[in-house]
């Protein structure tokens, strides 16, 4: 009975899918979306998927019964109806529809046509697990499989001649015994870890940070599409680096200079003390207004790079947010060091709207 | 067959006990003086509630989209526990009736009881009399027709014909089925003298009397109706009969009626537009009467399972449940309470002599609170309310200054400045009368086809009666827009905005506005933005 439904389920979800896609974009650059993402799923406001109608202004009022004077409030528009925030104007009732991750991640692989990532081969570690999928001739009462059990006596006491159908009492003997067991299923798991890293000094705006923490959400978004397990690590720096949880990766700001090297150091360290490069894809993003505090620093970068990063990790992302202060000099000399090397991916972030193409950029590449 | 031999037959998915308890329900019913249809109660699981309920109660309806939306909402706030659905009934003769499997059977009993208030209803409110009791088969039959037109253009052609249907399918005139608003054919005597002057006759002029006014004194009649005046009157009139008139001569409730008859719609077009117009109609009685149904079906289940159905152990549950659908709300009203406490409230006044002239006329406050007269005349009372009114009608006659105040309503509105809704007044007469304008067109606005050639180019006018509260203008709009796709011309519709005049149009690709109150020479339509 329930499949009748079905069709018309699928046919809003592909409905809804459309609209995502058709406003993906403005999706990307604002930012919306994160503070609706749940443990499985995001809830999408979609302000124009009800059938419009004739009818009155949200703001007529009617008629109530309860407790007040004239005068007292009884509530504002939109109390209780969800929608998150009030909406432009009396009466927007906005629909909220959820979509699971893995399917927002697969509209935005789609739209923005990213290519599946190919882990590397000895990369792959083998998680085993068990699975409790075979009988065992031994074993605890508490797994025994009565129905195996009384079928194995009724075979042996046929076999002997011992069954009476006229009266059918089956007797099992202790070698008759069967008990559920398992078996150990090893599956190749392919695991990833994010370290986001990020320049905290004073001239990183909020502006700044917001495109950064939009371009996290989406960058998370794939990324835990196309691995089994995803981890994402934070650090911010200015003079020094240290490591920070999500929510102060965000919000923190500092005032003082700028050693980028300090974050690649702490990276490097990580990496090397948590995550062993053979059984991880790892994922370095750095985030600044490509300012640095001294050209020393500078070539310290890039030796750490070329002989310590690079060849661990996936790939090494850098976006620049332009910033009023910045001199944004930096991605220049990421450029100059490595213009051939895929595994350097940079990107210059100006604005807003210029977040779909720098994810684009990042994840692109298929590394 | 008869009723019994009925129901033994239709029952097979209910268990022994809820069989009995059905009988047991039944049987006091009918006892009760309640006379319905027989009843048909299924069982269903918790998702099938939900999508009966997305189908509005019928297994079988055509594919759209909109169904799986109202599905997943349904099936998500059950699923978060924001809201159960009890028991689903849809007005069919047989009754049909769905249970939902995982209810105490407390509530089953309460459920079932419930139902037979709604049957009752459905089979003895006038204002049901002309739907059609086989719906079961014609909106299967409505599914099979789409699905075929489906297979033959595609999803995506039908699917958005049927949106713009859907879209405008308030606009039906809900007593179509009980008068004819406009004289069609043979029946109107301007339709014949137009016919005889076609075929070249010479029409007779209308009886002189006609265009007389009345006198009360016979020797008056020449000074007021002078003869000369009288018959320039009478050739005035013949000659407006035989112009061809404006489409429609008299503004025309029915939109979608009148759009099927004058549009130049495909068969496909006509095929499903007909269908929705047909549905919009047989759904339309439930809202006019949402009040007093779930009024007269909570009225009878309480009065049922108190009196005689509950046994003691199953009072709290039962209380527990009929205080949960008859809680209310600050902004809005409960129909299940509402029309619970005037069905109560009738009951009282009828048994007590509380009504009529006498009663209205005294103001002696103590006298009326101790007033009694034996007449114990509020069950037969009830009984007669329920077979003739409908909602607005109910809430004009039964509601009143005594009702209101003890119920403790209010009126309110939308602050501006505050940003809040109000409470504007306890007056009796102003809450009254916010309620019945809310009650009229069952909550919807009320658009009028006047012109099907405005501006001599073949559109289509509209005109809001306009009673207070403007219309939201992004929906009309984009809903105008969708008119516009079934007349296949540019649509108007005329309505206020913040007091002032407006017309909306829209040509098929973007809505504009014209105030209809500025200069001519300041008139440039405003695009929207």
Redesign the interface.
Known sequence: ??S??E?????????VRGRIRRDLKKYMSNGEMIGRKGKDFVSIPLPQ?Q???????????????????????????G?GEGSGKAGQG??QHI?EV?VTIEELAEIMGEELELPRIEPKGERNIVAKKDKYNRIAPVGPDSLKHFRRTYKRALQRQISAGTYDPSNPVITPQRSDNRYRSWREDSKPERNAVIVYMMDVSGSMGDAQKEIVRTEAFWIDTWLASQYDGLETRFIIHDAQAREVDRDTFFSTRESGGTLISSAYKLCMKMIDEEYPHQEWNIYPFHFSDGDNWSGSDTRDCMRLLTEDMLPKVNAFCYGQVESEYGSGQFINELKKSFPEDERVILSRIENRDAVMESIKTFLGKGR | MDHSQFTQRFRQGLSEDLKRMQDEVEAVAKKAGLDFFPVVFEMVKPEEMSMLAAYGGFPQRYPHWRFGMEYEQIHKSYSYGLSKIYEMVINTDPCTAYLMNVNHLTDQKLVMAHVYGHCDFFKNNMWFGGTNRKMLDQMANHAARIRRWIDRLGTERVEAFIDACLSVDNLIDIHAGAIQRQPTGRNDLREQIRERARAGETPELPDAKNFKFDVDHSYMDEYINPKDEVLARREAALEATLKPGKVPEKPERGVLGFILEHAPLHDWEADILGIIRAEALYFAPQAQTKIMNEGWATFWHTKLMTEKLAHANEIVQYAESTSGTTAMNPRQLNPYKLGLELFRDIEMRWDTGRHGREFDACDDMEAKRTWFVDERGGLEKVFGVRQVYNDVQFVDAFLTEDFCRRQGFFAYGYDKKSKQFLIESRQFEEIKQKLLTQLTNFGQPMLEVVDSNFDNRGELLLAHRHTGADLQMDWAETALGNLSRLWKRPVHAETQLGGRPVRLSHDGEKPSRTFLDRKESEKSPKKET
Do not use: Q, T, W, Y
């Not at chain 1, 069709?7 to 979800?13: A, Y």
């Open positions: 009975m329930i009748k439904i069709g018309d389920v699928r046919r809003f979800r592909d409905i998927i059938l419009p109608r004739f009818r009155f202004g949200d703001n007529e009022g009617g008629v109530g019964a309860g407790d007040g004077d004239e005068g007292d409030s009884v509530g504002e528009p109390d009396a009466g629909l959820d």
